[in-house]
């Protein structure tokens, strides 16, 4: 379906042609009728498939006919709540791109900043906030947000907001807003707390759904490396000089992790930066932009930083650790591959995550490509492999066999190590 077959205000219409949108996703074209004629909905749609779209295009639609003159008077008609300041920033510039020619005004809050700055713009009113669960209650408590003229209430990535433990925070929001809102649930994956959440405060909702979680992007192609825990590092160095892998996106399961692995990468000359809850939101958005724009070559993201960073043609996704939980492994790679391009997803598997690969490998109904021929590999009985038991010859003289001999190859070997 075109865009121009959806009845769009000419306003709209015109901010979408500039931005080259002319077929909407099946998300989009799914979800945007029925929001148009105000119905609840909830969607299922993993983080790619244009979702943000199909919630701000057909709010922004609906509230340019409700706002009108920019001299009237400004409330907050629509709140949309993500779990990460990341989302948020991205959601509320895509408010801005596609009513760049309305006069709604949008603003973004989120925690981590000081807040003069966000209730400076509270008070001269905005017509669609975006925000995060923590800023949002707590500028509410403090009496600078009025929902009482709220339309429209968007969660977004509402799975994540259970996984991050903002389910307790959204349904005190929720209670804030008036009884007769819309109301808009998106979430990559359906889990029971989600559908408890959609059957209490959804009006007879409409349900889409796009994308099965358990189906990964049909042009990424999926590789994997058996590598010991304690190798993991110098494989990811040695891939990267080798294959020449530029603009490349990490995983890693913990901040503490992301921190390691960006410090051996600096040592030897990768520019590498890591993003994750313990940075400040400056330095967060400055490193996404570093990356964005190709300064830095490697980005080192926990999951829940980076579900929020959307990029156009990445083309490598890499699992230093896998994840714990299936699901998420899709989200991973699913940001590689978009829009017609071609992407590589590589996952490293030491001993103690082969649990973890085996419920991957069932979810995606997929066994992964392994790659053997790496200078770090480990046989199926958790040995090494003869690749890596070759002799050391690096010492040719046969009669420096003493302690001072062994103390020197040591050292040698010390110097060697690049972590």
Known sequence: MKFDELNLLRNIQQALAEEGYENATPIQEQAIPPILEGNDLVGCA???????AAFAIPILNSLHRIVGSAKKVKYIRTLVITPTRELA????ESFDTY?????????????GVNQTSQVDQLKKGVDVLVATPGRLLDLHKQGFINLDHLHTLVLDEADQMLDMGFIHDVKKIIKLTPGNRQT??????????????????L???????????????ERVKQQLYHVDKGDKRKLLYHLIRNENLSNVLVFTRTKHGADNVVRALKKNGVHAEAI?????????????DSFKNKEVSVLVATDIAARGID????PYVINFDLPNIPETYVHRIGRTGRAGNEGLAISFCSRDELPYLKDIEKLIRLKL????????????????SSQTQKPDRRNKNKNSGGSNSRKSEASKKKKKRWY
């Open 99 to 111: 009513g760049k020619y309305t006069n709604i005004r949008q603003l973004t809050i989120f925690g």
């Open 46 to 52: 993993q983080t790619g498939t244009g979702k943000t």
């Open 311 to 314: 990029i156009e043609s990445l």
């Open 369 to 384: 490509k392994v790659i053997e021929s790496h200078p770090y590999p480990y046989d199926e009985e958790g040995t090494k």
């Open 203 to 217: 009006t007879d909702p409409k349900y889409v759904s796009v994308t099965p979680v358990s189906s990964t992007a």
């Open 89 to 92: 920033l991205q959601i509320g």
């Open 184 to 201: 808009l649930l998106f979430s990559a994956t359906m889990p029971m707390a989600i559908r408890e959440l959609a059957d209490t405060f």
């Open 276 to 288: 994750h809850g313990d940075k400040s939101q400056s330095a967060r958005v400055r490193v996404l």
